[in-house]
């Protein structure tokens, strides 16, 4: 009986190291991509980039991270009082066993200029 409840409870533990190891990371890889759009939003709105030269940079930056998106999925706008909005949706799929789950990302920032 002992020995049963030890190989469930290292089942359940080698359950959960599993999905974490599939989960985490996408999720981190947002996280970076999320600080990244931050970053760019900032430094463009100082900037006399395009609306097109910023979508290329994020893009860059989600395929150095492996993410998979494409210059569709980025929205970027300049406003006339220049703020800079940079949007992107993505989704990721993962194959859990018996329940594959796609994870839905909607990174994106605002920046006003002082």
Do not use: W
Not at 44 to 55: F, G, I, L, N, P
Not at 80 to 97: M, Q
Request: charged share 25%.
């Amino acid at each position: 009986m002992r020995t049963l409840k030890v190989l469930i409870a290292l089942g359940i533990v080698a359950a959960g190291i599993y999905v974490g190891i599939q989960l985490i990371p996408p999720l981190f890889a947002n996280y970076r991509f999320q600080d990244a759009i931050e970053n760019e939003a900032m430094i463009s709105s100082y900037t006399s980039k395009t609306e097109e030269e910023v979508r290329q940079s994020v893009l860059k930056k989600a395929q150095d991270l492996e993410i998979p998106l494409t210059a569709e999925q980025i929205t970027v706008q300049r406003e006339s009082n220049r703020s800079l909005t940079i949007k992107a949706e993505y989704t990721v799929h993962v194959d859990l066993p018996g329940y594959p789950v796609d994870l839905d990302f909607h990174p994106g920032s605002k920046n006003k200029p002082i």
